[in-house]
C-alpha cells in the first residue's frame, strides 16, 4: 500500500469493505458524496473488471463505492474481502483520474409551470425564490456521479449547500420519464415513469434508455450536463426527438 | 415449421421470463427474471430441461391458450385452475397438449405467480441478452391476446404425466434475513422489534417490490431520511419515510437513499413473492455465515430437484368430467350393435 493511501485510511478510515446482501460486497471510499471518494469508486471498478475474477458475477458502482457480487461456491466472503484489500492497496484510489471520454450534455429544460409542479415547493424548502431556483439550477453545471435506481438514470451534482432539501416523507404516485427533480444537492433525471420522494422540479424531452438502440444509455458516469431552460412550446416540438433537442460536445 | 403457442386469451400480468439479464447494473437496469425462481427451476426440472428456458408467468391469473404441435406442459407455482378441453390438470405436474387443444388456466386460488413451462422453452427473441420482459423498465409489456410464441423443438419421446412436490411458499410464514450495510442506522431496539413484529402483505406490490405492514407502528431511524443513495439489490427491505417496510424484488431500482433495515435471503424470495394480499410474515436475522450455508445447500437442493419428479397419480376429484374418461379398457356403452 502506498503511504498516500495509508495516510488516508489513517485519516479518514476509508476505503470500507461491507456486504450486500448474502452474495454482494461493497468498497465504500466515504460516507457523503465528494469529488475523490466518487473518482476512486469509478476507478476502482475499472480495476476490478479489469482483473477479472473467476467468481465475479456483476460490478457496478454507486455514487462513493463500487460493488461486486460473487458466485458463493467460488470463494468464502473472507477471500474474497482479502483480495479486494490487496487490490486497494495497489494505488491511491482517491487520487485516481476521472473516466476517459467523457461528454458535457446540454438539454433543453422547462422549469415548473404544470410540466413540473414542485418548483415553488423546492425552491422554497432551499430559502430561493422560483426565479432564483431557475437561475441557479439552469447554469449548474452538473456531474453524472452515477447511473442507478432505474435505467440510464443519472444521479447529478453537486449543487451548493442551501440544496441539500431533504426527500419527501410520502412518494410522489408518479412523475413523467424526463422528469427532472432534486433532493439533498443532487439532481436526479427520471428515465421512466416511477413514484418517488425527489421533487419535481423541471421537464425534459430526453430519452435515457432506449432498448432498440445499439448504444441503449445515453449518459456514462463522468459527463457533465447544463439544464438549459425553454419554453413548453419548445419541448413540445422536441417530443419526436429521443435526444429532446439535447446536444453534446467531447470534454477534453 | 416453427412451433407457436398461441394466446387466445390472456390476464393482465402474463409476461415472459427467464432468469433475467445480468451485466446491466452499472447503467441501473436490475437483473429482473422472474418472481418465484424456484418455480422457473422447478418447470425446468419436470420438463428435464435447461433453468434457463423462458416460460411464461402469470400474475393472478393465467389465460387460454392453443399449440399448432403436439407440446408438453409443465404447471408451478401459484396455483391456478387449469384444464385441457375441459379436463383438469394437476399443478406441479407435467401435460401432453395436443396440436389444436384448448388450455385454460384461471385465477390464483393459492399464492400469486404461477407459470406455464413449454418443453422446448419460449423462444421470443432476446433482448440485451435476456427473454424476460422488465417491466418496469419497460422492455417489453404484458403479452396480449394473439401473440404467438415461438417453442423451441422438443422430444418427441420426451415423457409426460410427472409431478414433484414443491417445497411449500404460497401462505407466507417465515422470511430469513441478514444484516445489510444500512442495518446499523437502526437501533438494536428497533431491530429487535422488527424481528417481533407480525407483518401482512399489502395489495400494493408488483414486480419492482411488495409492501408489508406491521401490526404496529412503523419503523424509524436515528439519522432521518437523508442517508447517501447505495447500492440495492433484490430483497433488500426498504424503509419509506413513513416506517413502511417494503421488500424489493426481482425488477427493483438499482440504487436508492431510503435506508434498509436488512436484506431477505435469496431462497426466502419465492415465500414473499407468492404471499397474497393478507398473508402474514415473521423475520429472522441470520448471521452471514449461516445464511451463506442455507444458500448453498438450497442451490444444491434445486440441482437435484430432477431427481424428486414421480409419476403423477390422478385424484379422481380433479377430474371434472370423470365420465368422459374410458376408466376400464375395452368397456363400451353397450349400444355398438345397434349403432352398427
Known amino acids: 500500500m502506498s503511504a498516500t493511501a495509508r495516510s488516508d485510511i489513517a485519516r479518514t478510515g476509508w476505503p470500507q469493505i461491507r456486504t450486500v446482501g448474502v452474495d454482494g460486497l461493497l468498497v465504500s471510499f466515504g460516507d457523503r458524496l465528494n469529488e475523490p471518494a466518487n473518482r476512486a469508486a469509478l476507478a476502482f471498478r475499472a480495476a476490478l473488471e479489469g482483473a477479472g475474477w473467476a467468481g465475479v458475477q456483476e460490478t457496478a458502482t454507486s455514487l462513493v463505492s463500487t460493488y461486486l457480487r460473487f458466485d458463493l461456491t467460488w470463494k468464502s466472503h473472507d477471500a474474497v474481502t482479502a483480495d479486494l484489500q490487496a487490490l486497494l492497496s495497489t494505488q491511491d484510489w482517491f487520487k485516481a483520474p476521472l473516466p476517459a471520454g467523457r461528454k458535457l450534455w446540454r438539454v433543453p429544460t422547462v422549469y415548473g409551470t404544470d410540466l413540473a409542479p414542485q418548483l415553488d415547493e423546492a425552491a422554497s424548502a432551499a430559502g430561493l425564490t422560483a426565479e432564483q431556483a431557475i437561475a441557479e439550477i439552469s447554469t449548474a453545471r452538473v456531474r453524472v456521479q452515477t447511473i442507478g435506481f432505474s435505467l440510464g438514470m443519472p444521479y447529478l451534482g453537486e449543487l451548493p449547500e442551501h440544496w441539500n432539501i431533504p426527500r419527501q416523507t410520502q412518494l410522489t404516485d408518479k412523475v413523467p420519464a424526463g422528469a427532472l427533480t432534486v433532493a439533498i444537492r443532487q439532481l436526479v433525471l427520471f428515465s421512466v415513469t416511477t413514484p418517488t420522494g425527489w421533487r419535481h422540479i423541471g421537464q425534459t424531452a430526453l430519452r435515457l434508455f432506449r432498448p432498440e438502440s445499439d448504444t441503449p444509455f445515453v449518459l456514462r458516469p463522468g459527463d457533465e450536463v447544463l439544464f438549459e431552460p425553454t419554453s413548453p412550446e419548445t419541448l413540445s416540438n422536441m417530443s419526436g426527438d429521443p435526444d429532446g433537442g439535447a446536444v453534446s460536445e467531447a470534454l477534453i | ?270 415465500r414473499v413473492v407468492q404471499a397474497a394480499p393478507g398473508a402474514t410474515f415473521r423475520f429472522q436475522f441470520l448471521l452471514l455465515e449461516d445464511a451463506v450455508a442455507v444458500e448453498t445447500a438450497e442451490a444444491q437442493r434445486r440441482a437435484r430437484l430432477h431427481t424428486t419428479v414421480e409419476p403423477l397419480i390422478r385424484n379422481p376429484h380433479d377430474i371434472a368430467d370423470l365420465l368422459a374418461y374410458q376408466l376400464i379398457d375395452g368397456a363400451t356403452a353397450g349400444d355398438d350393435l345397434e349403432r352398427a
Open chain 2, 1 to 270: 415449421m416453427t412451433r407457436a403457442l398461441i394466446l387466445r386469451k390472456a390476464g393482465p400480468g402474463v409476461t415472459v421470463q427467464d432468469t433475467g439479464r445480468p451485466g446491466y447494473l452499472a447503467f441501473g437496469l436490475s437483473r429482473g427474471g422472474a418472481a418465484d425462481r424456484l418455480a422457473l427451476a422447478e418447470g425446468a426440472a419436470l420438463l428435464g430441461q435447461d433453468t434457463g428456458f423462458a416460460a411464461l408467468e402469470m400474475a393472478g391469473a393465467g389465460g387460454e391458450f392453443e399449440a399448432t404441435d403436439d407440446m408438453r406442459i409443465a404447471l408451478t407455482g401459484a396455483v391456478m385452475r387449469a384444464h385441457i378441453d375441459g379436463t383438469a390438470i394437476q399443478w406441479n405436474a407435467i401435460h401432453r397438449l395436443p396440436i389444436g387443444a384448448r388450455l385454460t388456466i384461471g385465477a390464483a386460488t393459492r399464492g400469486v405467480y404461477g407459470y406455464l413451462h413449454v418443453g422446448g422453452g419460449v423462444q421470443t427473441q432476446p433482448k440485451l441478452g435476456a427473454r424476460s420482459a422488465h417491466l418496469a423498465a419497460g422492455i417489453d409489456a404484458p403479452l396480449t391476446p394473439g401473440t404467438h410464441l415461438p417453442i423451441g423443438p422438443d422430444s418427441k419421446a420426451a415423457p409426460v404425466g410427472l409431478r414433484l412436490t414443491p417445497e411449500p411458499r404460497l401462505d407466507g410464514g417465515l422470511i430469513r434475513v441478514v444484516p445489510s450495510l444500512q442495518t446499523n442506522v437502526f437501533a438494536p431496539a428497533e431491530r429487535d422489534r422488527f424481528e417481533a413484529t407480525t407483518f401482512r402483505r399489502d395489495a400494493r406490490g408488483n414486480r419492482m417490490g411488495a409492501r408489508i405492514l406491521p401490526d404496529g407502528q412503523g419503523f424509524h431511524t436515528e439519522t432521518g431520511l437523508t442517508v447517501l443513495s447505495e447500492v440495492i439489490v433484490p430483497g433488500d427491505i426498504q424503509i419509506t419515510g413513513d416506517g413502511t417496510p417494503f421488500i424489493l424484488l426481482s425488477e427493483c431500482q438499482t440504487t436508492g437513499g431510503y435506508p434498509r433495515i436488512g436484506s431477505v435471503l435469496p431462497c426466502d424470495l419465492p
